[in-house]
């Protein structure tokens, strides 16, 4: 597969990710015991801000590859 194909498409899993991440912190963030304190709501907004680069890190790196080189 082409880097371009790569990138369009880890472009659109990116976009996918980004948006069902936010829906599901949204959700949550709705939870009766963690809306009732500020300190567990400071916590969960840091861990849900950060945690979506793990699982898009391997989306980046498979779309930056190069292309094989063909004989």
């Known amino acids: 597969?082409?880097?371009r194909?790569?990138?369009f498409l880890g472009?659109?899993?990116l976009l996918i990710l980004v948006v069902a991440w936010s829906l599901i912190?949204?959700?949550m963030a709705q939870i009766p015991w963690l809306a009732a304190s500020g300190w567990r709501q400071a916590i969960f907004?840091?861990?849900a801000g950060i945690g979506w680069v793990?699982?898009?890190m391997p989306i980046i790196s498979w779309?930056?590859?190069p292309?094989?080189?063909e004989a």
């Open 11 to 13: 472009t659109i899993l």
């Open 67 to 69: 292309d094989p080189e």
């Open 25 to 27: 912190g949204m959700a």
């Open 5 to 7: 194909t790569r990138k």
């Open 63 to 65: 779309m930056q590859r």
């Open 45 to 47: 907004y840091v861990v």
């Open 54 to 56: 793990l699982p898009a």
């Open 1 to 3: 597969m082409k880097i």
